[in-house]
Structures are given as structure tokens and as C-alpha cells.
């Protein structure tokens, strides 16, 4: 090996190191960048439920904040929910109101009672989670009654729709009701909040994104737990759907299933509990909460 190769062999040396070392710390920089990003998305929208007046305005709806007293005075259910869950729901409501774009549809011209009604029923399923708030959801369509009938389409009318994830449809008629009074397996806004999650990880079938706390417990091949509990429960439920109380429209596929039995764990705690408590331990665990252990006890039927 000559002088000039010795040479050469370190200068590519050199090169090569240097061009990891920038590449890394770019890597590392985008990952920091990211991160904080998170970070100050949560830290602002919680400083701004203390200080309305100096947030960012991302969103084009005007900001509105909600204490707990007003979410209890449009969602009644909050004042069952314990006091550690109610913490996380007032954030994950004020998160909800500063992140998501509201649209009135049909002439509708969106209240601040709409807001923060939905706003609210949709943060009971977040209460126990630590994730951050349907962070793929954008807009929430009101709509002043039913949703439909499509043009040429379809002559079914709804009372709430998830066409893909980050669109939400809901009617502002029955999200009112149901969240003023809470009737047994009924309510859309939980309905259609259960799919944006299911839809989080680009796929409605059932399955979720499947997070840290409940993949503690299912250790071996989630997903195939996490669908084998679920037709285990469907099938028990279409065999006598005296099991579980859910609302019969869980039968139309798995992602119904899993929106129903959503609306069941907590609008049917107890019901779902003894009716399929397998079904009950797994959403208890996915929604991190024990809605049968909160709430005064419901007659089966
Ligand atoms: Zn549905």
C-alpha cells in the first residue's frame, strides 16, 4: 500500500463517517421536531382551556372552551363518571373543541352547546385512554335532523355516518337527545367516535389500533385475540340477543360489532357484563375503564 492509498482509504473514512454522523443528526433533529410538536399541540390546547384568548387560531371555528359544569349540564353521564376519569374528559374535551373543525350542515349553524355536547359524549370513550384525543379526526359534520337519503344512492336516512377516518357525520336531533338521556344501547356520537377509532389504523374491520395498556395483557398475536373474543361474542349474540342487550344493527359486520358493544359498554354496562363478559373485560381494557363498577346498577333485559 502506497502513501497516496493510505491516504485515499482515509479520506473515505472520513467521508463516510461524516456523511453518517449529518444523517443522523438530521434523523434525530426530525424525530425532536416531531416530538415537541406533539408536545406542544397537547400543552397548548390544555393552556388554552385557562387562557381562551391567546391561542393559535388553527382552527377556523372560534375556540371554545367548556368547564366541567357545562359539560355536565349537555351530558348528564359525566356526573357517574369517577373523578379521575372526569379530569381526563374535560381535557380530552377542551382538546376536542380546540382540534376539530365543526361544519353545520343545511342551514345549521353550530351552538356552543353542540359543540361541547358532542364534544363531551365523544371524550367518555377517552376518559381512561392515554392516546392522544381521535388524533386522525378533523371535521364533524352537523347535521339539524337525519343524515340522507344520497341522491340515487341509498333511501336510508341515519342519524350518524363515518365515511373515512377524519370525517365524522352526525345528527344534532339525536346527538342531543342521547346525551341529555342516557337510553340503553343508544348513542351515535359514541357509535361513530368507536368507528374513527377502529379506523385509526386504516382499516374498518373490528380491530383498532391495539396500544400499549391492552397489549400488556394479550401478549401472544393481539389482533387474532382481539377478533377471536369478538366473533366469539357475535356469535353467542346472534344465537339469543338477550346476551349483551346490544342494539341488533351489531350484527351487520365486525366494525358494527365493535361499535355497538362500544355503545353497550357504556350505555349497557352492566347488561354487557353478564351477558358477555369476555366482550365486557376486552373493551374494559381497550377503553381503560370499569363502567360497570361506576354506574348504579341496570335491570337486565
Ligand atoms: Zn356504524
Not at 64 to 81: G, R, T
Not at 117 to 138: D, H, N, V, W, Y
Request: glycine content about 6%; hydrophobic content about 40%; some cysteine.
Amino acid at each position: 500500500m502506497t502513501v497516496f492509498d493510505l491516504l485515499l482509504f482515509v479520506i473515505i473514512v472520513f467521508v463516510l463517517g461524516g456523511i453518517y454522523l449529518i444523517t443522523n443528526y438530521f434523523r434525530r433533529a426530525l424525530v425532536r421536531t416531531k416530538n415537541s410538536l406533539e408536545l406542544s399541540g397537547a400543552k397548548q390546547a390544555i393552556v388554552q382551556v385557562k387562557n381562551p384568548t391567546n391561542h393559535n387560531p388553527v382552527n377556523p371555528n372560534s375556540f371554545v372552551s367548556a368547564s366541567k359544569s357545562e359539560i355536565l349540564a349537555v351530558f348528564p353521564f359525566f356526573a357517574s363518571v369517577p373523578e379521575g376519569l372526569q379530569d381526563n374528559m374535560e381535557i380530552h374535551v377542551n382538546d376536542f373543541l380546540y382540534e376539530k373543525v365543526f361544519i353545520g350542515k343545511g342551514d345549521l349553524e353550530v351552538t356552543r352547546e353542540m359543540k361541547i355536547s358532542i364534544a363531551a359524549q365523544a371524550s367518555l370513550l377517552m376518559a381512561g385512554r392515554k392516546e392522544l384525543c381521535f388524533p386522525k379526526l378533523r371535521t364533524v359534520e352537523v347535521y339539524p335532523a337525519q343524515i340522507g337519503p344520497y341522491e340515487g344512492l341509498s333511501i336510508m336516512k341515519f342519524a350518524g355516518e363515518t365515511p373515512v377516518s377524519g370525517v365524522v357525520k352526525v345528527s344534532w336531533a339525536t346527538a342531543k337527545k342521547e346525551g341529555e338521556v342516557a337510553t340503553p344501547n343508544r348513542n351515535v356520537v359514541l357509535h361513530e367516535m368507536a368507528h374513527q377509532l377502529d379506523f385509526e389504523d386504516g382499516e374498518a374491520d373490528g380491530i383498532p389500533e391495539l396500544y400499549l395498556h391492552i397489549l400488556e395483557v394479550i401478549k401472544d398475536d393481539p389482533k387474532e385475540t382481539w377478533m377471536k373474543i369478538l366473533n366469539q361474542s357475535k356469535s353467542l349474540f346472534s344465537q339469543s340477543t338477550q346476551e349483551g342487550g346490544m342494539h341488533p344493527h351489531s350484527l351487520e359486520d365486525d366494525a358494527e360489532f365493535f361499535a355497538e358493544a362500544s355503545v353497550a359498554f357504556f350505555y349497557g354496562a352492566h347488561t354487557l357484563k353478564s351477558g358477555l363478559p369476555k366482550l365486557y373485560d376486552l373493551l374494559a381494557r381497550f377503553y381503560n375503564q370499569d363502567p360497570a363498577a361506576y354506574l348504579p346498577g341496570q335491570v337486565r333485559g
